[in-house]
C-alpha cells in the first residue's frame, strides 16, 4: 500500500504510507480555533507523532480540549524537567517532585545541591524557551519492561522502579527529549514547539510551572497564588510522607505487605485530630453561631459536618444542622440558564432574603420554623422544624454558596466561621505524574452515584462538565476566604474505590462519548491495587463513598 485515504468531516484525502496524523492536521488547521493537540482514527485516540495504517476516519482535538489541555501540561513538565538536568546538572539534583496543582501552575519540591532562586527559575525558563523555539521532537519508544527497569534504575528513578514491579504489560512507554528519557501518564504533544505559553517562578521553597487554562490555550494567565489550599496540600503531604507513601507504588507495597489496616487507623486518626483542631479553633470564638460549609462535589461535606458535629459536642456546643438546599425558591422561580434548563447552582437559585431573615431571627433568640425543600414538586414545606438558639446552640449550614458573602450578607461577620473541604489529592504515580484531584473526586462520585442511585458511570462523566462548570463559579472563587481548610482525600482511597468503580467503567461502550473519558480512568486505576475495605472505620469519609457508614449519608 502507497497511499491511505483519510476521511476529515465531509472531506476525503489521499496521504503518501507513512504520512503522520500532524502532517494531515496541517490541511485541516483553519477548522480549529486553537492547535491541534490528538487525533482521533477510527474512533482510537493517537498522539499526532503516530502514522494511520490504513484507510479512515479521522477527528482532530485541539488544545482546548481536554484530552488535549492535559497533553499540553504533560509535555511541559517533560520540558521542565530536561530543563532542569541541562540547567542544574542531573549530579546536583537529589529529587525534583512534581507535587501537584496550584491554580494555573503545577508545584514542584526540590532536593539537592542548589539553591531555588529567581535567577535559577529564569535559566529553566529560558531552557525551556530554547526547547520550544526549536521544535525539539519527542520521540516515544515502546521498551520492554525489564529494559526499561534498567534505564531508570540508571537514571535513580527509584519511584518508577516500584510503580514497574506492580504492572502487567510487559511492554512500556517512554519519551525522549533530546536524550532525557522519562515516563509519562497519557498522550503527549510531538515536539516542544507546541508549547508557547508558560513561565516559572519561585514559590514556597520550590517552583511553579505556570500554564495556561484549558479554555484559553493562548493566553498565559498571572499566576494568582492559594496560600491556604498550598498549605493544606503540603500538610496532606508531610501526612503521606510520615506515613511512608509518596507515589502508588508505595502505596501497593504497603497493600502487599499487610500493613494497609494499620496505615488506614493512622490516616483516619490523622484526619480527625484535623476535625477537633477545627472545632477547638470554633469554640475560641465566641460569637459564632454559624458554622458555613461549603466545597466541590464529593468532597465529603456531609460526613465531615457529621464529624465535626461531634466534636463539637465534646466542647459543649450544641450543633444542629441545616442544608442550604432547603431554601431554593419554588420551581417555578427557578433562573434558567444558557440552555434553558433550570440553573440550581446560581445563587438566585437560593431564597438569599428568607435564608437572611431566618438566620438573624434566630441570632435574636427567635423560634424560627426551617422549612425543608420538596425536590419532587419543587417547592418549600413547612413540617414543623423549629430551632431556636440557646447560649451552646450552633447552626451547621452545608451548602454551595456557604462560603460565598453574598449568601449571608446580612449577619453579623464574627457570627460565621467558614469551611473549606475538598478532596485535595496528593498521592503521586511517581515523582512526574500527579493525580488531578478532580479525578479522585469523579471516581468517588461515580461510585456514589452507582451505589445510591443506580447511576451509570456513563451518566456521571457526562453530567461531569456541568458540574465542574458550578464549581468554578460558585465554590473556587470563595475558597481561599475560608476561616479553615479541610482536606478530606484519604491517601488509600482511589485502591478501596477501584473494586466498585471499574466494573462500571467497563460498562461505558465505544459509542458512548464518555467511552474516551471513561478509558483513561480506567487506566489510572490500573496503577492500583484494589483493597479490601472490610476494615475501613464506619465513620470514615471514604464510607459515604463505598457504603457502611454509621452516619446517614
Given at each position: 500500500?502507497?497511499f491511505?485515504?483519510?476521511?476529515?468531516?465531509?472531506v476525503?484525502?489521499?496521504?503518501?504510507w507513512?504520512t503522520t496524523?500532524?502532517?494531515?492536521?496541517?490541511d485541516?488547521?483553519?477548522?480549529?480555533?486553537?492547535?491541534i493537540?490528538?487525533a482521533?482514527?477510527n474512533?482510537?485516540?493517537?498522539?499526532?507523532?503516530?502514522t494511520?495504517d490504513?484507510d479512515?476516519?479521522?477527528?482532530?482535538l485541539?488544545?482546548?480540549?481536554?484530552?488535549?489541555?492535559?497533553?499540553?501540561?504533560?509535555t511541559?513538565?517533560?520540558m521542565?524537567?530536561?530543563?532542569?538536568?541541562?540547567?542544574?546538572g542531573?549530579e546536583n539534583i537529589e529529587?525534583?517532585?512534581?507535587e501537584?496543582?496550584?491554580?494555573?501552575g503545577?508545584y514542584?519540591s526540590?532536593?539537592?545541591?542548589?539553591?531555588?532562586?529567581?535567577?535559577?527559575?529564569a535559566?529553566?525558563?529560558?531552557r525551556?524557551k530554547?526547547?520550544?523555539?526549536?521544535c525539539?521532537p519527542?520521540?516515544?519508544k515502546?521498551?520492554p519492561?525489564?529494559e526499561?527497569k534498567e534505564i531508570?534504575a540508571?537514571?535513580?528513578m527509584?519511584?518508577?522502579?516500584k510503580l514497574?514491579?506492580?504492572?502487567?504489560s510487559?511492554?512500556i512507554?517512554?519519551y525522549?527529549?533530546?536524550?532525557?528519557?522519562?515516563?509519562?501518564?497519557?498522550?503527549?504533544?510531538?515536539n516542544?514547539?507546541?508549547?508557547?505559553?508558560?513561565?516559572v517562578?519561585?514559590y514556597?521553597?520550590?517552583?511553579?510551572?505556570?500554564?495556561?487554562?484549558?479554555k484559553?490555550?493562548?493566553?498565559?494567565?498571572?499566576?494568582v497564588?492559594?496560600?491556604?489550599v498550598?498549605?493544606?496540600?503540603?500538610?496532606?503531604?508531610?501526612w503521606?510522607?510520615?506515613?511512608g507513601?509518596?507515589t502508588?507504588?508505595?502505596?501497593?507495597?504497603?497493600i502487599?505487605s499487610?500493613?494497609i489496616d494499620?496505615?488506614?487507623?493512622v490516616?483516619e486518626a490523622l484526619?480527625?485530630?484535623?476535625?477537633?483542631?477545627?472545632?477547638?479553633?470554633?469554640?475560641?470564638?465566641k460569637g459564632?453561631?454559624f458554622?458555613?460549609?461549603a466545597?466541590?462535589?464529593?468532597?465529603?461535606?456531609t460526613s465531615?459536618?457529621?464529624?465535626?458535629?461531634?466534636?463539637?459536642?465534646?466542647?459543649?456546643?450544641k450543633p444542629?444542622?441545616?442544608a442550604?438546599?432547603?431554601?431554593?425558591?419554588n420551581?417555578?422561580?427557578?433562573?434558567?440558564?444558557?440552555?434553558?434548563?433550570?440553573?440550581?447552582e446560581?445563587?438566585?437559585?437560593?431564597d438569599?432574603?428568607?435564608?437572611n431573615?431566618?438566620?438573624?431571627?434566630l441570632?435574636?433568640?427567635?423560634?424560627?420554623?426551617i422549612?425543608?425543600?420538596?425536590?419532587?414538586?419543587?417547592?418549600?414545606?413547612?413540617?414543623?422544624?423549629f430551632?431556636?438558639?440557646g447560649?451552646?446552640?450552633?447552626?451547621?449550614?452545608?451548602g454551595?454558596?456557604?462560603?460565598?458573602?453574598k449568601?449571608?450578607?446580612?449577619?453579623?461577620?464574627?457570627?460565621k466561621?467558614k469551611i473549606?473541604?475538598?478532596?485535595?489529592?496528593?498521592?503521586n504515580?511517581?515523582?512526574?505524574?500527579?493525580?488531578?484531584?478532580?479525578?479522585?473526586?469523579?471516581?468517588?462520585r461515580?461510585v456514589?452515584d452507582?451505589?445510591?442511585?443506580g447511576?451509570?458511570?456513563k451518566?456521571?462523566?457526562g453530567m461531569?462538565?456541568s458540574?465542574?462548570r458550578?464549581e468554578?463559579?460558585?465554590?473556587?472563587?470563595?475558597?481561599?476566604?475560608?476561616?479553615?481548610?479541610?482536606?478530606?482525600?484519604?491517601?488509600?482511597e482511589?485502591?478501596?474505590?477501584?473494586?466498585?468503580?471499574?466494573?462500571?467503567?467497563?460498562g461505558?461502550?465505544p459509542?458512548d462519548p464518555?467511552?474516551?473519558?471513561?478509558?483513561?480512568?480506567?487506566?489510572?486505576l490500573?496503577?492500583?491495587l484494589?483493597m479490601?475495605?472490610?476494615?475501613?472505620?464506619?465513620?470514615?469519609?471514604?464510607?459515604?463513598?463505598?457504603?457502611?457508614?454509621?452516619f446517614n449519608?
Open positions: 500500500m502507497d491511505v485515504n483519510i476521511q476529515v468531516g465531509d476525503t484525502k489521499e496521504y503518501p507513512g496524523f500532524e502532517v494531515i492536521g496541517r485541516f488547521k483553519d477548522n480549529y480555533k486553537n492547535d493537540a490528538i482521533v482514527f474512533g482510537k485516540m493517537m498522539e499526532l507523532s503516530k494511520p490504513k479512515g476516519s479521522v477527528e482532530f485541539d488544545l482546548s480540549s481536554g484530552t488535549g489541555h492535559r497533553s499540553y501540561k504533560r511541559a513538565t517533560l521542565f524537567m530536561k530543563a532542569c538536568s541541562d540547567v542544574i542531573d529529587k525534583i517532585k512534581l501537584f496543582s496550584v491554580n494555573t503545577y514542584f526540590c532536593e539537592g545541591k542548589f539553591e531555588v532562586t529567581d535567577k535559577l527559575a535559566e529553566i525558563q529560558s525551556m530554547e526547547l520550544s523555539d526549536n525539539v519527542i520521540i516515544k515502546s521498551r519492561l525489564e526499561a531508570f540508571m537514571q535513580g527509584e519511584d518508577k522502579l514497574c514491579k506492580y504492572r502487567r510487559s511492554v512507554n517512554l525522549d527529549l533530546d536524550g532525557y528519557i522519562d515516563y509519562y501518564y497519557g498522550y503527549m504533544l510531538p516542544c514547539g507546541y508549547v508557547k505559553h508558560f513561565e517562578l519561585v514556597k521553597g520550590g517552583f511553579i510551572l505556570n500554564m495556561p487554562r484549558r484559553t490555550p493562548d493566553v498565559l494567565e498571572a499566576f497564588p492559594l496560600d491556604k498550598f498549605d493544606t496540600m503540603i500538610k496532606a503531604t508531610e503521606g510522607d510520615m506515613l507513601i509518596d502508588v507504588g508505595d502505596l501497593n507495597e504497603c502487599c499487610g500493613d494499620d496505615m488506614v487507623l490516616q484526619q480527625e485530630r484535623s476535625i477537633g483542631e477545627i472545632a477547638k479553633d470554633i469554640a475560641s470564638r459564632v453561631k458554622i458555613m460549609i466545597g466541590p462535589s464529593s468532597s465529603g461535606k465531615f459536618s457529621h464529624r465535626l458535629s461531634v466534636q463539637l459536642r465534646t466542647l459543649g456546643l444542629h444542622p441545616i442550604v438546599d432547603d431554601y431554593f425558591v420551581r417555578a422561580d427557578t433562573p434558567l440558564d444558557e440552555d434553558g434548563n433550570y440553573n440550581f446560581c445563587l438566585e437559585a437560593i438569599v432574603k428568607l435564608f431573615d431566618d438566620m438573624n431571627k441570632l435574636a433568640g427567635e423560634r424560627v420554623e422549612p425543608t425543600f420538596n425536590f419532587k414538586i419543587g417547592a418549600r414545606e413547612y413540617k414543623g422544624n430551632k431556636q438558639l447560649p451552646d446552640d450552633v447552626l451547621v449550614i452545608e454551595i454558596h456557604a462560603l460565598n458573602d449568601m449571608s450578607e446580612t449577619l453579623p461577620v464574627e457570627s466561621y473549606y473541604i475538598s478532596a485535595l489529592t496528593t498521592l504515580i511517581d515523582e512526574h505524574n500527579c493525580i488531578p484531584t478532580t479525578d479522585a473526586r469523579l471516581i468517588r461515580m456514589r452507582f451505589r445510591t442511585r447511576a451509570s458511570a451518566r456521571t462523566i461531569w462538565p458540574v465542574r458550578g468554578e463559579e460558585n465554590i473556587f472563587p470563595y475558597q481561599e476566604t475560608a476561616d479553615a481548610m479541610f482536606n478530606s482525600a484519604q491517601i488509600y482511589i485502591a478501596a474505590l477501584k473494586a466498585i468503580a471499574e466494573p462500571i467503567l467497563y461505558v461502550t459509542e464518555e467511552y474516551f473519558e471513561a478509558k483513561r480512568l480506567l487506566k489510572l490500573e496503577y492500583f484494589c479490601d475495605t472490610t476494615n475501613l472505620p464506619n465513620n470514615s469519609i471514604v464510607r459515604e463513598f463505598v457504603g457502611g457508614s454509621c449519608v
